[in-house]
């Protein structure tokens, strides 16, 4: 069973910085794709970053520029670095992990809020 904890949320000014982290437990994480999603209130999840278990990167059209996912496997963790925030930005944030051939798991999320 794998869980993910998440962790980095909480509420900035718009322009400012926050770095989410992602960690999973067990032994799967390094050859695992990892995922961004956040969700707005009364709007559907949506995808914001991914990552192959290679490292190689890709993003929404709306974060490009200003959210960089990067994962450490020695850590077992991903992170998501997001500058220049705006208050579209404002959401709960959820890691998702993928391997082939096994069910995905996400994590509980966690809420960032951009004011104006």
């Known amino acids: 069973q794998v869980q993910l904890a998440e962790s980095g949320g909480g509420l900035v000014q718009a322009g400012g910085s926050l770095r989410l982290s992602c960690t999973a437990s067990?032994?799967?994480?390094?050859?695992?794709?990892m995922y961004w999603y956040r969700q707005a209130p009364g709007k559907q999840r949506e995808l914001v970053a991914g990552?192959?278990?290679?490292?190689?990167?890709n993003y929404v059209d709306s974060v490009k520029g200003r959210f960089t996912l990067s994962r450490d496997n020695a850590k077992n963790t991903v992170y998501l670095q997001m500058n220049s925030l705006k208050p579209e930005d404002t959401a709960v944030y959820y890691c998702?992990?993928?391997?082939?051939?096994?069910?995905?798991?996400w994590g509980q999320g966690t809420q960032v809020t951009v004011s104006s």
């Open positions: 990552i192959t278990s290679g490292g190689s990167s």
């Open positions: 067990g032994s799967i994480f390094r050859i695992s794709a």
């Open positions: 998702k992990l993928s391997v082939l051939g096994s069910r995905d798991y």
